[in-house]
């Protein structure tokens, strides 16, 4: 009963409204505020907060370094524009006189223990078409330069030419691989310039609109708020009883706290009323001891004359209430739906889902076609459910595969793609070899890019 007196819990003042616990957000701004990164990972022992009493939170004393200036730097560029690298090279020589600059192409570089300056994507994209001569000295400067500022143009914000940012993904992929690889990327706006002006230690830079900007990951609410309420996490928030078309039963999420009650949609009442059946609206229930008991998780009390109050219902009163679930999107069963990546257990899973979404018209392009028992087996599983699955030979990598599914069925026109092709080649980039590095490229980077030259805008979706 003492947790149900006034005033009885002083904590809410620190952000410890109902627990001497810290929520998550709480304890990474504590975090930060004293030094450290915030909470790089937290792992629960059960998801479901009703079971969940013990959570590991992991964070990174943040370092107070400051940033190191180059005595020396080497412009790396091609054979056929060192004109830029010269250009270049004038420029750093006069505004900074204490500092070495010199000018090299790739293959001619020695890379040991200098800082490179490497304009490599300024023209055309480096590591889209690069050979494999071009890939072993590409990893050999990564690996053996004191530093590295690669710089690219249109390549990231609006980006005109996707291919570029390439390095920007990769450079991401090698940092995680190795924690003392120091490299920057510096996205140049291909309209606009500026002076680069920072201070603070960053890897990536863009320039857009004359600004100096760089990457951040930011609260998207609106759609955390939809995906907590497409999950089961949907957390009960404040809200007027007045809920238009929904009817509401009361629910305590933990017994024994009486400020975990809340209200939610009633699974029972929430439907059309059947002929012999009225609806009414309820203005005033009768709450007993009983119904206390119970909502304090303790046994029921076995009187059998309790003392009954009459609770008025009050419509715009602020209470908890679980927000409404929101519906599934319906897809056009007059349209085609193509996956692609064959069908393993990621894309049969894919194909159910659109099929639960309405989907009755579905084509999957694959490496190996449609033979083995199981791709039939679930040909016919489709058959039965009223959807026609076809299963086409070709490769997302082939331009001329994609175009001629587009033309298969002009009548029922392909409005949604799911991009799933893939080749795995697990290497680390310092052992990767250039037949790796192509063949995961093709279906994901060519493969993609195939598609959407293929459909452009004319798609509801693409994955």
């Not at 001329?400 to 587009?406: N, S, T």
Request: glycine fraction near 6%.
């Amino acid at each position: 009963m003492f947790g149900s007196l006034p005033g009885w819990w002083l904590g809410s003042s620190d952000g410890r409204p109902d627990s001497p616990l810290l929520g998550l957000v709480a304890w990474n701004e504590a975090l930060n505020r004293i030094g450290f990164s915030g909470i790089d990972i937290s792992l629960k022992d059960y998801e479901l907060p009703k079971e969940n009493e013990l959570s590991l939170m992991i964070a990174t004393a943040v370092s107070q370094t400051t940033p190191t200036y180059a005595d020396a730097i080497t412009i790396v560029c091609n054979e056929d524009e060192m004109v830029i690298g010269d250009a270049l090279s004038e420029i750093i020589a006069k505004t900074k006189k204490f500092v070495k600059v010199q000018c090299s192409s790739i293959h001619k570089l020695d890379p040991s223990d200098i800082f490179c300056v490497v304009l490599l994507d300024i023209v055309t994209a480096f590591l889209a078409s690069c050979s494999a001569l071009d890939f072993m000295v590409f990893k050999n400067m990564c690996l053996k330069a004191k530093g590295i500022l690669w710089v690219t143009r249109g390549a990231s914000v609006e980006s005109c030419d996707p291919d570029k940012a390439l390095t920007t993904g990769l450079s991401r992929t090698m940092r995680s691989e190795d924690h003392s690889l120091n490299f920057t990327t510096l996205d140049l706006d291909p309209i606009s310039s500026c002076p680069l002006k920072t201070y603070l230690p960053e890897f990536e830079y863009a320039v857009h609109d004359g600004i100096t900007i760089i990457p951040r990951l930011v609260e998207d609410s609106p759609l955390e708020d939809f995906m907590r309420s497409s999950l089961c996490e949907n957390r009960p928030r404040f809200g007027t009883l007045n809920q238009a078309d929904r009817a509401l039963s009361l629910e305590i999420e933990t017994p024994g706290l009486l400020e975990t009650l809340f209200w939610k949609d009633s699974t029972f009442h929430n439907r059309s009323p059947n002929a012999d059946e009225v609806r009414i609206q309820v203005k005033m229930v009768a709450l007993n001891f009983k119904n206390r008991m119970i909502a304090m998780g303790q046994l029921e009390d076995l009187r059998k004359h309790m003392g009954k109050l009459i609770v008025e219902i009050d419509l715009q009163s602020q209470v908890k209430i679980q927000p409404q679930k929101p519906s599934l999107a319906k897809l056009n069963h007059e349209s085609t739906y193509l996956v692609t990546g064959g069908l393993g257990g990621l894309g049969r899973a894919v194909i159910r889902y659109l099929v639960k979404l309405g989907a009755r018209h579905i084509m999957s392009l694959s490496r190996s076609g449609a033979e083995g028992s199981i791709k039939e087996a679930f040909v016919k599983e489709m058959r039965d459910a009223g959807v026609e699955l076809t299963i086409h030979l070709g490769s997302v990598a082939k331009l001329e595969d994609i175009e001629r599914l587009k033309y298969l069925t002009p009548e029922i026109p392909i409005r949604g793609v799911v991009q799933g092709a893939m080749d795995l080649r697990d290497s680390v980039v310092s052992n990767m070899t250039h037949a790796q590095w192509q063949a995961a490229l093709q279906p994901k980077v060519a493969g993609t890019w195939n598609l959407h030259s293929a459909f452009g805008g004319n798609l509801d979706f693409f994955v």
